[in-house]
């Protein structure tokens, strides 16, 4: 089995964790941008944070056999600072054309604020100009009206749906993101929040179209194995391996897309469904 993990904060996370990474079959991580704890006080810090997530962050991930791909964007908590908000917004257009950016994000709401409202729907108009997918960010508070919320602005935008992830679902909010055509993120944490055992009644309940599985490793109680560990958990389950591969591999690298992934082609890049229609970000030369 060899995974993506569609989301997770290498930025806080050490040399062990690549290593055991790499060891659990973890092939390529996708690293949001985000909140690092410490509330940041000037641009500045936001442009070195960038650029240390398209540079020196893919580099040592390539130390341990990993690809290295990342989303840029002013998260949801950050937005509430109006005058820093405003000058991160400045910037961001410079990092969102470089390569290794496969989305915009991690976007949203974090308490549901005017401020937060404005910059979400800044970043979703930049999104689209730079034909990027969106990965919206749900707040972990008041998720249910923060998750509706989030897909009501963009359907107002008229943003197609199978570029947008709503993450950290849940089984408060699964079947509404799926059922209004978004993919469906799901961090699997080692206790609070998602369980591995509640992402598997969701898996078994919903299936494989849409769904993504991520560990949102960060500076917090996390665990950056947890999607092979979840993978692991659901076969013990009954879930059948090509599902799992489809779940962990194929799934994250369709919804980003195969030319923003760019991934060699020893690590068999081409998904097994690329064919599908459904899918307009695949290059049609690469979806035999
Ligand atoms: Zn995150």
Redesign the pocket.
């Given at each position: 089995m060899k995974y993506i993990d569609p989301?997770?904060?290498c930025f806080s996370r050490t040399t062990d964790d690549y290593q055991a990474m790499y060891l659990a079959g973890i092939r390529v991580v996708v690293e949001?941008s985000?909140w690092l704890g410490q509330p940041r006080t000037s641009v500045g810090t936001f442009r070195d944070y960038f650029s240390s997530l398209l540079e020196f962050e893919p580099s040592r991930a390539a130390d341990f056999g990993i690809h290295h791909r990342c989303t840029i964007g002013l998260?949801p908590k950050e937005a509430n600072d109006e005058a820093l908000a405003a000058e991160v917004l400045e910037i961001l257009p410079e990092f969102l054309s470089r390569e290794g950016v496969v989305a915009i994000g991690?976007l949203g709401y974090d308490l549901l604020t005017d401020a937060e409202e404005k910059a979400y729907i800044k970043q979703i108009e930049m999104g689209l100009s730079h034909n990027l997918p969106i990965m919206v960010?749900t707040p972990h508070r008041d998720k249910l009206r923060g998750t509706i919320r989030s897909m009501d602005i963009l359907k107002d935008m008229d943003v197609p749906e199978n570029q947008v992830i709503i993450?950290?679902s849940t089984e408060e909010t699964t079947a509404l993101i799926l059922d209004r055509g978004y993919w469906a993120g799901h961090?699997v944490y080692p206790e609070t929040k998602l369980t591995a055992e509640r992402f598997a009644n969701l898996f078994f309940d919903f299936g494989n179209e849409r769904m993504l599985l991520n560990s949102?490793a960060?500076w917090g109680k996390s665990d950056p194995l947890n999607v092979a560990k979840t993978a692991v958990y659901l076969e013990s389950r009954g879930a059948n391996l090509e599902d799992l591969q489809r779940l962990v591999w194929d799934n994250p690298l369709n919804f980003f897309g195969l030319h923003r992934m760019n991934l060699p082609d020893v690590l068999g890049a081409v998904p097994s469904d690329a064919s599908s229609r459904t899918h307009s970000l695949i290059r049609p030369e690469l979806a035999k």
């Open positions: 989301h997770t904060h949001p985000f998260n991690e960010h993450d950290h961090t949102s960060d």
